[in-house]
């Protein structure tokens, strides 16, 4: 039996065939296909073209689950940044599924972690026994072009998925170097508070270089000319987080700072995230930056600022990490629980 699963973003739109093989757990792709957003003017005239086109020799999906990437009520979204609204029960009825949800593209993350594969992730540490600890309890965090955070309960392959906003929760600087940046934020952008996605995430990492390069010493950086460029250019913006990070690599004193900063940030908050769940099921981190920076997952620098809780340090060491290094871990998920639905 077939089903169909959706990783919908305001820039490219992921759909993919699966099917659900008896002795195997995990959905098997059987083909997908990625769409530019911006090509079409609405989603269900993408969604016909790739059933119409790519499913006409094989069985049509039964199910669907579409991972979007904006608020959801009622399995209704709003696509903002496109300004598509979308209906899970209309699509329902059209394409004539026997069962369709939208859910958050971060939050479907949670139904993939059971059926998981070992190509698809890393573990940073094991984590150890806890005395009544409840290894029912997962997190995951993701930072790529802002920062999501979810939690769930996995008792073998039942999911329920926990909402979390955690990631607009208040930066907190440790330093007087962060204290400096996040005063700067708050001008820069004309904001009366600093949200931890404005640090830890890709356009987080631009802003920390945005505001390093600001300094004196920073006046000739390479990297200055191309600032003038990113005031006009979106796409150069964009740009920008890989940029850094290949300056970082080649040993740039300026954009090491940089990477630092931001690795410490997302650290600190990796710790925060544990000690309020307690997810001793598991502490994931995802996202489009996780796999770019493994490495640096496992750095003294990152573990340091991950333990660094006090007297609740020890805690931390009992829970297990794990970076998850699948770019389309989001499209997975989206077929886990595409195939939950046909037991619904």
């Known amino acids: 039996m077939n089903f169909l699963a959706c990783d919908l973003g305001g820039t490219k739109v992921l759909l993919g065939i699966f099917k659900n093989e008896i002795n195997n757990n995990s959905p098997k792709l059987i083909f997908k296909k990625k769409y530019l957003s911006s090509d079409w003017s609405s989603f269900e005239l993408i969604l016909e073209d790739f059933l119409k086109k790519e499913c006409k020799n094989i069985t049509f999906p039964s199910t ?11 399995n209704n979204a709003k696509i903002i940044n496109l300004s598509w609204n979308i209906s899970g029960n ?3 009825r059209k394409f004539n599924f026997k069962r369709c949800e939208l859910i958050n593209d971060f939050a479907v993350q949670i139904y993939g972690i059971p059926y998981l594969k070992k190509n698809q992730y890393s573990t940073i540490q094991n984590g150890g026994h806890c005395e009544g600890a409840n290894n029912d309890l997962h997190a995951i965090v993701g930072a790529g072009t802002g920062l999501g955070i979810a939690r769930g309960i996995i008792s073998g392959q039942k999911v329920k998925v926990l909402a979390s906003e955690g990631g607009h929760v208040e930066y907190s ?9 996040k005063v700067w934020l708050k001008n820069y952008l004309k904001v009366e508070r600093v949200s931890c996605e404005r640090i830890i995430s890709g356009t987080g990492l631009s802003r920390i270089a945005e505001w390093r390069l600001s300094k004196p010493d920073a006046l000739n950086h390479p990297l200055n000319q191309y600032l003038k460029k990113i005031k006009i250019s979106d796409a150069a913006r964009k740009e920008l987080p890989e940029k850094i990070c290949n300056l970082s690599k080649e040993g740039d004193p300026l954009m090491m700072e ?8 997302y650290a600190s908050l990796l710790g925060d995230v544990a000690l309020q769940e307690l997810c001793f099921g598991g502490l994931w981190i995802s996202g489009g930056t996780a796999s770019k920076h493994f490495k640096n997952f ?20 009992t829970i297990p990490m794990k970076v998850i290094l699948d770019d389309e871990f989001g499209l997975f998920s989206a077929a886990c629980r595409a195939k939950m639905l046909l037991k619904t």
């Not at 600087?173 to 940046?181: F, G, H, N, Q, R």
């Not at 940089?258 to 940030?265: S, Y």
């Not at 620098?301 to 333990?307: A, C, I, N």
Request: glycine fraction near 6%; charged fraction near 30%.
């Open 298 to 317: 496992k750095s003294d620098l990152f573990l340091k600022q991950f333990f660094d809780k006090g007297r609740l340090k020890d805690i931390l060491k």
């Open 64 to 74: 669907a689950c579409f991972a979007v990437a904006g608020p959801l009520s009622n």
């Open 173 to 181: 600087p440790k330093s007087k170097l962060e204290w400096e940046l």
């Open 258 to 265: 940089v990477e630092r900063i931001w690795l410490g940030a």
């Open 90 to 92: 209309d699509l329902q």
